[in-house]
C-alpha cells in the first residue's frame, strides 16, 4: 500500500488562529477513543476468554498428550495427526463429510431456487407458503428428527407404507448403511431449503423488473427468461448460498447425532464433527479430537478463503 | 451481491468462525485443568461428621418417575444428615461421559458419579477415584462377590454396588409350543435349529423373527455368546483376547443367523425401537435381552405375564453365560467433603435405596438381603437373573476398555452386514484395542 504525505492545511482564510482550536480537537480525538475503547472493553474480554483462549488452547493441545483424566500434559509433536489419519474412522468420516456435503448442498440449492421462484409469483397465500417452507430452518432439529425417525421407521413408517401399497418391501431406512446416509441427507435438505429460498428470493426481488418488461416485448418464453435472466442474475446469490452452505453442510452434527445415534450403521453416516464429538467425550481423548478440530477448522478456512475470494471479486465488479 | 444479501453473508461468515471455534471451546476447560490439574489424591476418605453441599451425577433414575423416586430418597437421606445438601445432575449412560469429561476437565468433578461396571479399572487408574477404604471380603457378606468385585482395583474398594443389569435368553413359551417346541436352546446349534423353525415371513417379508440379536445394544449381545463358547474379552495378563477362535465362532453364529439362516434382517429392530421389543408384541419368538425387559411386559403385554408366556434361558454352548453389568456408587477423589460423598454411597447402595431404584428400573438388587423381597419374589426376569449368577461375566477390566468398547458395534455390524468376515473384523478390532492399550 502506498501512503502519500498530505502537506499541512492552512487556515482559512478568516478563520480564528491560535492554539486552542488544535488542542480542542486533539483533546475530543482522545476522548473519543478513550470513550471507543471503554465501550469495546467488555466484547473484547468477551471474544478473548470464549473464543480467543479456546481456539488457542485447542491449537496448543492438538500438539500433546493431554490426559483428562489423569490431569497430565505431554509434548507429542505431530503424534496426535499421524494417528487420525492412520485411523480409518477419522478417514471414513472425511469421506462422509464430503458425500453429504456434494449431495446436499447443489440439491438444496436448485430446489431453493425453484421454489423461490415460484413463491415470488403472485399468489394467493404466498406469505403462508413462505413461512411453511422456512418453518423447518427455526424448528428444533430433535423435535422435528423424532417426526422424521417415525417416517422412516420399516415396520410401521410412512415411507414403508406408501412403498407397500406398490408392492415394493421398504429398506429399513436408518439401519441399513446402504440407505442410512440418504435418509440423513433428505432430513437436512428438507431443513436447509428454507433459508436458501429465502435468501433466492430477496435476490429475485431486488431484480429490476424492466429487464423482464424488455424480455417480454421481444417475445422471451418464461423458461428462456429464467435461463437468461433469472439464473444469471442470481449469480451473486448463488456464490453465497453455496458457500455458506458448504461450511455448514461440513459442520452437520444435529441431524446426524439425533436420526442415528453411534454414528449409523457400521458408522455409515459418522461425520467429522461425530467423530470428534466421540473422540472427545466417549474416548476421553481430548488431543486427538482438538486434532481432529483442526483438521476440521483447515477445511473450513479453505472454503471460508474461496468464499472471501468470490464474493470480493463479485464486489469489485460491482 | 444485493446488500441485504451482503450484509446477511457477513453476519454468516462471523457465525461460522464463532462456531467453529466455539467447537473447540472444551479446550478451555481443558487448558484450565491442564494448569491446575495432577493426579488426584488416592487416600482414604475421611469418615468424619458428615456435612457440606455435594453434587450427584446420577444416570439412574432417568424421566419424571426416575426423578420422583430419587427425591423420595434423598429426603430421607437429609434427615439423617441434615447438614448435608445434595444437588443432582441427572443424565443417561449415552450421555455420562459427556458429563464426566466436563467436569472432570474443569477442575470440579462431582463429589459422587454413579458409574457402569467397566468405569471403575479406568477411573482409578487415573486417581479420579476415592479408595473408600472398605473390605471387599467383608462386602461379600452383605453384597453379592459378582458385584464387589467391580468396584475393586489393585485390590482397593472405589466403588459400591447398587444394582445388577443382566443379558440373557429371553423366549415366548406360547410361540414355541406352537412350533412344536418345548424347551429353550442348550446350545448355538439348537438355537440356530430353533431359531429356522420359529422364523415367519410373509411374501418375504419378515413378520416373525425366529431369533432377535438386534434389539439388544449388540456388544451386550456378542460378548455373552462369546462367553458362552469359551472366549474371553481380555487374558489374565491383560492382553486382547477377543478375536480367539472362540470369540471369532460366536460372531459367526451371529453373522449366520442373519446372513445364512436369515431368522432376523438387519434393520428389523434395533435398541429402543420406537415401535418396542418385538418379542413383546410376537414379532420375535426369542431375543438376547436385558432383565427389564420384564417391565415393558407387564407393562404392554400383562397376558403374557397371567399366562405365564414368557421363559428364560441362559446362554450356552460349551458353557452357560450371562452378562452382567450395574450400577455402583464412588467418590471422587477431588471432593471437599468426602465424608458426606461417602454417606450418600453408602445411602444409596443400602437397602431401601437399592430397592426403590431396582423397582423403578427394574433391575437386579447388588444387596443378598434384597434376594427375598418382595420386588424380587414378584419379578420371574431379577429371580433368573439372581438364580444364575454363578455364570455372569462382565465386561471392561483394563483401564482402556472405554476407549475400546465403543468400537465394538461398527466391526460386529460389519460382520453382520458381510462387509469383513467375521475373523476379519474382531483382528482388526483387536489390533486397534491392542494400539489403544499400548498408548494407554
Redesign the interface.
Do not use: K
Given at each position: 500500500m502506498t501512503v502519500t504525505s498530505l502537506p499541512a492545511k492552512a487556515p482559512a482564510a478568516g478563520a480564528p488562529a491560535g492554539p486552542t482550536r488544535p488542542r480542542r480537537r486533539r483533546r475530543l480525538g482522545y476522548e473519543r477513543r478513550r470513550a471507543a475503547w471503554l465501550m469495546l472493553t467488555p466484547a473484547l474480554i468477551h471474544l478473548t476468554?470464549?473464543?480467543g483462549?479456546?481456539?488457542?488452547?485447542?491449537f496448543?493441545?492438538a500438539f500433546t498428550h493431554?490426559?483428562?483424566?489423569?490431569?497430565?500434559?505431554t509434548w507429542a509433536g505431530l503424534d496426535n495427526f499421524t494417528e487420525i489419519f492412520a485411523d480409518e474412522?477419522w478417514n471414513t468420516s472425511i469421506l462422509h463429510t464430503v458425500v453429504y456435503t456434494f449431495f446436499t448442498v447443489p440439491v438444496a440449492m436448485a430446489l431453493a431456487v425453484v421454489i423461490a421462484v415460484l413463491l415470488n409469483a403472485k399468489m394467493r397465500a404466498r406469505a403462508w407458503y413462505r413461512a411453511a417452507f422456512f418453518l423447518p430452518h427455526i424448528t428444533a432439529t430433535v423435535a422435528i428428527a423424532l417426526v422424521w425417525?417415525?417416517m422412516f421407521?420399516?415396520?410401521?413408517g410412512l415411507f414403508n407404507a406408501v412403498l407397500a401399497m406398490f408392492g415394493v418391501?421398504g429398506?429399513?431406512w436408518?439401519?441399513?448403511?446402504a440407505f442410512a446416509m440418504a435418509a440423513v441427507i433428505v432430513v437436512s435438505v428438507w431443513k436447509g431449503v428454507g433459508l436458501k429460498m429465502l435468501?433466492y428470493l430477496?435476490?429475485l426481488q431486488?431484480i429490476p423488473p424492466e429487464t423482464y418488461e424488455a424480455a417480454d416485448l421481444d417475445g422471451a418464453s418464461g423458461p428462456r427468461r429464467f435461463w437468461s435472466i433469472t439464473l444469471p442474475l442470481l449469480k451473486?446469490?448463488t456464490?453465497?448460498v453455496f458457500v455458506?452452505s458448504m461450511?455448514?453442510a461440513f459442520?452437520v452434527f444435529d441431524q446426524v447425532y439425533v436420526l442415528t445415534?453411534?454414528?449409523g450403521?457400521?458408522?455409515a453416516t459418522t461425520v467429522m464433527?461425530f467423530e470428534?464429538y466421540?473422540t472427545?467425550?466417549?474416548?476421553?481423548?481430548?488431543s486427538t479430537a482438538?486434532a481432529q478440530?483442526l483438521v476440521?477448522?483447515a477445511f473450513?478456512l479453505v472454503l471460508?478463503v474461496i468464499?472471501?475470494r468470490l464474493?470480493g471479486k463479485?464486489?469489485d465488479a460491482? | 451481491m444485493p446488500r441485504k444479501a451482503s450484509l446477511h453473508m457477513a453476519s454468516q461468515t462471523t457465525a461460522v468462525t464463532r462456531r467453529t471455534v466455539l467447537s473447540a471451546a472444551f479446550g478451555l476447560g481443558v487448558a484450565a485443568a491442564a494448569g491446575c490439574g495432577g493426579p488426584a489424591p488416592s487416600s482414604s476418605t475421611d469418615t468424619g461428621e458428615a456435612s457440606g453441599a455435594i453434587r450427584l451425577l446420577t444416570p439412574i433414575f432417568e424421566g419424571a418417575e426416575g426423578q420422583k423416586t430419587l427425591e423420595g430418597l434423598l429426603a430421607t437421606f437429609k434427615q439423617k444428615y441434615p447438614k448435608v445438601t445434595v444437588e443432582v445432575d441427572y443424565t443417561t449412560y449415552a450421555k455420562l461421559n459427556e458429563k464426566l469429561t466436563t467436569s472432570i476437565a474443569g477442575g470440579r468433578p462431582y463429589d459422587v458419579m454413579l458409574m457402569g461396571v467397566g468405569w471403575i479399572p479406568p477411573f482409578a487408574a487415573k486417581g479420579v477415584l476415592a479408595d473408600l477404604g472398605e473390605n471387599a471380603d467383608a462386602l461379600t457378606s452383605r453384597f453379592n462377590k459378582r458385584v464387589v468385585d467391580p468396584g475393586v482395583y489393585q485390590g482397593k474398594v472405589y466403588a459400591l454396588p447398587i444394582m445388577l443389569d443382566t443379558r440373557f435368553g429371553i423366549y415366548r413359551k406360547d410361540i414355541f409350543a406352537e412350533a412344536g417346541l418345548s424347551a429353550a436352546p442348550k446350545n448355538f446349534d439348537e438355537l440356530r435349529d430353533m431359531g429356522r423353525k420359529l422364523t415367519k415371513r410373509e411374501g418375504g417379508k419378515l413378520v416373525r423373527a425366529g431369533v432377535d440379536i438386534l434389539s439388544n445394544d449388540l456388544r451386550q449381545t456378542f460378548l455373552p455368546l462369546m462367553w458362552a463358547n469359551g472366549g474371553e474379552l481380555f487374558t489374565p495378563d491383560g492382553k486382547v483376547a477377543f478375536n480367539s477362535p472362540a470369540s471369532v465362532a460366536a460372531l459367526q453364529l451371529m453373522t449366520d443367523i442373519i446372513v445364512t439362516d436369515k431368522t432376523e434382517d438387519f434393520g428389523y429392530t434395533q435398541p429402543g425401537a420406537a415401535t418396542g421389543i418385538p418379542l413383546v408384541q410376537g414379532r420375535a419368538a426369542m431375543m438376547v435381552g436385558h432383565n427389564n425387559v420384564w417391565l415393558e411386559i407387564e407393562k404392554n403385554a400383562p397376558d403374557l405375564v397371567k399366562d405365564s408366556k414368557i421363559g428364560f434361558f441362559p446362554i450356552a454352548n460349551t458353557r452357560a453365560a450371562m452378562f452382567q453389568g450395574g450400577t455402583l456408587g464412588t467418590v471422587a477423589a477431588k471432593s471437599q467433603h468426602p465424608a458426606a460423598a461417602k454417606a450418600l454411597v453408602q445411602f444409596l447402595a443400602d437397602s431401601d435405596a437399592a430397592l426403590a431404584a431396582c423397582r423403578q428400573r427394574g433391575n437386579v438388587p447388588a444387596l443378598k438381603a434384597l434376594e427375598s423381597s418382595e420386588y424380587v419374589k414378584a419379578n420371574p426376569s431379577v429371580q433368573f437373573a439372581m438364580g444364575n449368577l454363578d455364570s455372569a461375566f462382565s465386561e471392561g477390566g483394563v483401564p482402556a476398555w472405554l476407549e475400546i468398547r465403543g468400537d465394538f458395534k461398527a466391526a460386529i455390524e460389519s460382520a453382520l452386514l458381510g462387509k469383513k468376515s467375521p475373523q476379519q473384523a474382531l483382528d482388526e478390532l483387536a489390533a486397534k484395542a491392542t494400539q489403544v492399550m499400548a498408548r494407554s
Open positions: 476468554w470464549w473464543i483462549i479456546p481456539v488457542l488452547a485447542t496448543v493441545l493431554y490426559d483428562v483424566l489423569a490431569g497430565t500434559i474412522t425417525m417415525w421407521e420399516p415396520n410401521i418391501n429398506p429399513a436408518l439401519s441399513d448403511p435468501i430477496a435476490a431486488s451473486p446469490a456464490f453465497f455458506v461450511i455448514d459442520q445415534p453411534d454414528g450403521p457400521a458408522n464433527t470428534i466421540r472427545a467425550f466417549s474416548e476421553f481423548r481430548i482438538c478440530s476440521l477448522f473450513l471460508t468464499s472471501r464474493t463479485d464486489d460491482r | -
